[in-house]
């Protein structure tokens, strides 16, 4: 397969997967499963295990305590798998495993904005959820915010607030798996458009 074919590929998958996302997170949770089974058997699969396979999902399950309800994040949340109200900030660290601050400065704006419905935020609100993840507390969390924004990850909001970014957001749903989030950013900047060439 050439590269152009392989980049349409990766395009065609990653709009396929966010349209799923959009669909889905439209819907009560009570719905998503059932909408979820009827597209399996509307596909000719088996199960839903069937249809994360074709669309490259992978769920790793960490060990949880006996007797307790932990609900992972890896690739999952991509359609949706993942009961969003029950999952903690530090349950999704944990599953993301962020290993500089600049990734964990992603992680917790991709978790105010999905799971805490707060899509614009300041430093202090990645400040405060990086505490309750109970994650090591920044050594200079403006240094770390401005770098995430350097990086792409972050971009500015309304009131002097930051939002995550497509690129982000694509970045950390790849996560752990640094390989899939560095192709991830690659796709998201060949489909940006290139700056037309200076007149003369």
Same mark, same amino acid.
């Given at each position: 397969?050439?590269d152009?074919s392989?980049?349409?590929?990766?395009?065609q998958?990653l709009?396929?997967?966010n349209?799923?996302?959009?669909?889905?997170?439209?819907?009560?949770?009570?719905?998503?499963?059932r909408?979820?089974?009827?597209a399996c058997?509307f596909?000719?699969?088996?199960?839903?295990d069937?249809?994360?396979?074709a669309i490259?999902?992978?769920?790793? =399950?960490?060990? #949880?305590?006996?007797? +307790?309800t932990f609900?992972?994040?890896?690739?999952?949340? *991509?359609? @949706?798998?993942?009961e969003r109200?029950?999952?903690?900030?530090k349950?999704?660290?944990?599953?993301?495993?962020p290993?500089?601050d600049?990734e964990?400065v992603?992680?917790?704006?991709y978790?105010?904005t999905?799971?805490?419905?707060?899509?614009?935020?300041?430093?202090?609100?990645?400040?405060?959820?990086?505490t309750?993840?109970?994650?090591?507390?920044?050594s200079n =969390?403006?240094? #770390?915010?401005?770098? +995430?924004t350097t990086?792409?990850?972050?971009?500015?909001s *309304?009131? @002097?607030q930051?939002q995550l970014?497509?690129?982000?957001?694509?970045?950390v749903?790849?996560?752990?798996?640094?390989?899939?989030a560095?192709?991830?950013v690659?796709?998201?900047?060949?489909?940006?458009?290139?700056?037309?060439?200076?007149?003369?």
């Amino acid at each position: 397969m050439s590269d152009v074919s392989a980049d349409l590929q990766n395009d065609q998958e990653l709009d396929a997967q966010n349209a799923i996302v959009r669909a889905l997170k439209s819907l009560p949770e009570d719905l998503r499963s059932r909408v979820m089974e009827s597209a399996c058997i509307f596909v000719g699969m088996d199960s839903m295990d069937s249809l994360r396979r074709a669309i490259g999902i992978t769920v790793q =399950a960490p060990s #949880a305590p006996q007797g +307790a309800t932990f609900r992972p994040n890896t690739r999952d949340d *991509r359609v @949706g798998f993942v009961e969003r109200t029950a999952m903690t900030p530090k349950e999704f660290l944990l599953g993301k495993e962020p290993q500089t601050d600049v990734e964990r400065v992603a992680c917790l704006a991709y978790f105010l904005t999905h799971y805490r419905e707060t899509p614009h935020f300041k430093t202090l609100d990645l400040s405060e959820l990086n505490t309750e993840a109970a994650q090591p507390k920044f050594s200079n =969390a403006s240094v #770390a915010v401005n770098n +995430a924004t350097t990086s792409g990850y972050l971009v500015p909001s *309304r009131s @002097g607030q930051k939002q995550l970014s497509s690129l982000g957001e694509q970045y950390v749903l790849a996560l752990p798996d640094r390989e899939a989030a560095k192709a991830a950013v690659e796709r998201m900047k060949k489909r940006r458009p290139k700056s037309s060439a200076k007149k003369k």
